[in-house]
């Protein structure tokens, strides 16, 4: 019996170091001209870290985005209360961040700026995987843990990447898709579909947002 616990023990402790590489966590990068933001654009970064190294500008077509923290960005405007087609063109642009981040869209915001923030958000990274999570307050919600879809687009050799990533909220369902397929599929009721509409850029990404467009049906 020693000799099994003396075993499971070490292969704990063999096993702490693989997840905390797994998890590594890069610091967040500085942002030249950061604090700067788009006319009519907000946004809010994870753990209330301050906008110093988040950076959004008009860019034709659309946008560019450079991070330091993991942020979401939003137009107050862009909101959906029933049938709706939700979408967002994104392409990452070098510089590449260390470890695949995510990025993709959000729908339903509420609180946006207060503690009771709630938003469900759809993401992709650059293994081609897609993940479908909750926001509550502080604490979130899998929907759909990360999962390998052959509709989303990896990255390349060079970390670039360009992806078309939709919701469509129709008639109490919600269908998830990456460049033009369904990834997934929901009923209304068990995600939020009602409020605002943005994207969720994960930390030390670059990424041009060509365009973020709710179609009211």
Request: glycine share 10%; hydrophobic share 45%; aromatic share 6%.
């Amino acid at each position: 019996m020693r000799h099994l616990i003396a075993v499971a023990a070490l292969s704990l402790a063999l096993a702490v170091p693989a997840v905390a590489q797994d998890h590594q966590a890069d610091a967040d990068k500085a942002v030249q001209g950061g604090g700067t933001l788009a006319t009519g654009w907000m946004a809010r970064t994870d753990g209330s870290a301050p906008l110093t190294n988040v950076k959004l500008v008009e860019m034709s077509p659309g946008w560019h985005i450079w991070l330091g923290p993991a942020t979401i960005f939003y137009q107050p405007a862009d909101t959906a209360s029933g049938n709706a087609h939700l979408v967002g063109l994104f392409h990452v642009t070098p510089p590449i961040a260390a470890h695949p981040e995510s990025y993709g869209l959000f729908m339903g915001g509420t609180d946006l700026q207060g503690p009771n923030q709630a938003y469900t958000y759809f993401l992709i990274r650059a293994d081609g995987k897609f993940m479908i999570k909750r926001r509550m307050g502080d604490k979130t919600a899998t929907v759909v843990n990360w999962t390998a879809n052959a509709a989303v687009n990896a990255a390349g050799a060079d970390g670039t990447a360009t992806n078309e990533l939709s919701i469509l909220i129709k008639d109490g369902s919600v269908s998830f898709m990456a460049n033009g397929k369904e990834v997934h599929s929901a009923k209304a009721a068990d995600v939020d579909t009602r409020g605002v509409v943005g994207a969720r850029i994960n930390h030390n990404l670059s990424i041009h947002l060509e365009k973020l467009q709710v179609h009211r049906m």
